[in-house]
């Protein structure tokens, strides 16, 4: 658990897997489709910033939370798990 109450909202993003869907509701009421590319886990000190933060051909969602191996000496979880994601 994430949490006292249990897990956080982003729990299971490194369940997705590439050609599932995810849907944002926008503030307008409309909803934005992605497509999942990839998933994928980036250790902490290696984490490809470029990638994930650069700007992209198109319009493309990234999913970020901690993941990977748990290690409470080394400061918690010493991955970061992405989801690359387009717009439909």
Known sequence: MDTARGPAVFFRLATLT???QIEV???DGSTARFTVDA???HPKDDFP???V???A???ELRLI???GRYDRAH???QENTVVYAHLV
Do not use: F, I, K, S
């Open 65 to 67: 939370t901690c993941g």
């Open 18 to 20: 590439a050609g599932q």
């Open 39 to 41: 998933v994928q886990n």
């Open 75 to 77: 400061g918690g979880y």
């Open 53 to 55: 933060y650069g700007p």
């Open 57 to 59: 051909p198109r319009p």
């Open 49 to 51: 910033e470029q990638r």
């Open 25 to 27: 509701d926008r503030a």
